[in-house]
């Protein structure tokens, strides 16, 4: 899956208190941003299937540069 960024202009207080409460949901903002928008047009695929597989996209990630770095100490 393809992603692209989105640049809003909020009210400073208005951005923390988002955070804050999406926090304290056990979410990022852009979780709860990308299920606002998915709702809003209408996305039959379920935003939590898309928070996994950016989570998978992360962790393999991870999971890459781990195994590079071990396989250059392995060279060395």
Known sequence: M???????RI????KEAFKKK????GKNA?????QFISEYVD????VEQIALE??????E???EKKL?????ELAA
């Open 54 to 59: 950016k989570r998978v996209e992360r962790i």
């Open 2 to 8: 393809k992603t692209s960024n989105l640049t809003i």
């Open 22 to 25: 999406a926090e304290n949901e």
């Open 68 to 72: 590079e770095a071990s396989l250059g």
């Open 43 to 46: 996305i039959r695929k379920p």
């Open 30 to 34: 852009s979780e709860v941003l990308m």
């Open 61 to 63: 990630s991870i999971l």
């Open 11 to 14: 009210p400073l207080e208005l």
